[in-house]
């Protein structure tokens, strides 16, 4: 039973966390600008991508490595981002209230890494 409830919410993070960046990048493709860049690729497509590939991944009950991969790279990418938000070094987009999406983003992905983690052990 608890083997369910954490896989449930996973997926339920991964939905919140896939509308979220996704819009993000949808809104970035259509207006240049949007998102800081890492080289010259928009943080959110690399955010939206370490999402899709490791939800892919769960879904199909294969590729821990991948998951734990795209979710780790993600949350460095996030740690990197929130503590240059904090410092004032890093801008991060914001949603309609002020609030740093790097912040959500680090709790997404300590959240999907922390899960998957105890869902391993639970076996």
């Given amino acids: 039973m608890k083997r369910k409830v954490i896989d449930y919410s996973i997926y339920l993070v991964f939905i ?11 809104h970035e493709f259509l207006k240049i600008g949007t998102c800081p860049k890492l080289g010259i690729i928009p943080a959110c497509y690399i ?7 490791p939800f892919i991944a769960h879904i199909l009950t294969k590729g821990k490595v991948i998951y734990f991969v795209f979710t ?3 949350l460095l990418i996030a740690t990197y981002a929130t503590i240059g ?6 801008q991060c987009p914001k949603t309609e209230h002020g609030f740093p ?8 992905f300590a959240s999907l890494i922390s ?9």
């Fill in 101 to 108: 999406m790097c912040y959500i983003s680090f709790i997404i």
């Fill in 72 to 74: 780790g790279t993600a």
């Fill in 47 to 53: 955010i939206f991508s370490c999402l899709l590939i």
């Fill in 16 to 26: 919140f966390g896939l509308l979220g960046a996704g819009n993000l990048a949808y």
């Fill in 115 to 123: 899960l998957k983690w105890i869902l391993i052990k639970k076996k």
């Fill in 85 to 90: 938000q904090l410092f004032g070094n890093v």
